[in-house]
C-alpha cells in the first residue's frame, strides 16, 4: 500500500532589510526541500530598518516569483503561532558562522518549548555568501562600496534610488 507523503509547509522567518543574496539561496534550497515555503518578515522589529515591510515585501516578490512554491508575508508576535495559523510545521534557518549558532540554538529551543510541534531545521549557508549581513550590505553601501553580487540586482538598483534620494534631500 502506498502512502502520500505529508505535504510540509515552512516558513522562513526574518528581518530581510534587505533581502541578500545568502537568504536567495536559503530560499532556493528550501524551496526543493518543502512543498510550501513562506517567506515572513518580521513587522515590529526593534532594529530601525532602511525599508519598510511593504518595499521589502515588494523587494522579495521580485525574486522570488521563479519559485512557485514560495510565497511571501510578515507577522507580529511570536514566530511560532504565525507558523501554526499558516499551518507550518517547520521554521527554516540559515547558520553562516559558529557565531550564528549561540543565538540560533537558544531562539530554536524557546520556539520548541512554545510549540512542541513545530521544527526548527537549520541549513548550512553557502560558503560563497557565508560573510554576507543585510547590516554589512547596508553599511559598504552607505559608505560607496561594490555591493554587486552581494544582493540581487534588483534590490541593488532599489539601494542607489534610496540613497540618491537621501543624498538629494541633505543636498
Ligand atoms: O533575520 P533576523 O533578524 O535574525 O530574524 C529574527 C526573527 C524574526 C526570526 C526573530 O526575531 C523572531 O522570531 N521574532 C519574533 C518574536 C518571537 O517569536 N520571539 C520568541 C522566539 S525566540
Request: without cysteine; aromatic residues 8%; glycine residues 6%.
Amino acid at each position: 500500500m502506498s502512502r502520500k507523503p505529508p505535504s510540509v509547509i515552512a516558513i522562513y522567518p526574518g528581518s530581510f532589510d534587505p533581502i541578500t543574496n545568502g537568504h536567495l539561496d536559503l530560499i532556493q534550497r528550501g524551496a526543493r526541500m518543502f512543498n510550501k515555503l513562506i517567506v515572513s518578515i518580521l513587522r515590529h522589529d526593534a532594529k530601525k530598518p532602511l525599508f519598510s515591510v511593504e518595499e521589502r515585501k515588494e523587494m522579495l516578490a521580485e525574486v522570488i516569483h521563479v519559485y512557485p512554491n514560495v510565497e511571501v508575508d510578515s507577522f507580529d508576535g511570536l514566530l511560532v503561532d504565525h507558523a501554526a495559523a499558516r499551518e507550518a510545521t517547520v521554521l527554516l534557518r540559515g547558520i553562516r558562522a559558529i557565531s550564528d549558532y549561540e543565538y540560533e540554538l537558544q531562539m530554536a529551543l524557546m520556539n520548541r518549548r512554545l510549540r512542541p510541534d513545530i521544527e526548527t531545521v537549520f541549513m548550512m549557508a553557502n560558503e560563497a555568501y557565508s560573510f554576507i549581513s543585510s547590516r554589512l550590505v547596508k553599511e559598504v553601501y552607505g559608505l560607496g562600496g561594490n555591493i554587486s553580487g552581494l544582493v540581487p540586482p534588483s534590490v541593488e538598483a532599489r539601494m542607489h534610488r534610496r540613497l540618491s534620494k537621501t543624498k538629494h534631500k541633505g543636498a
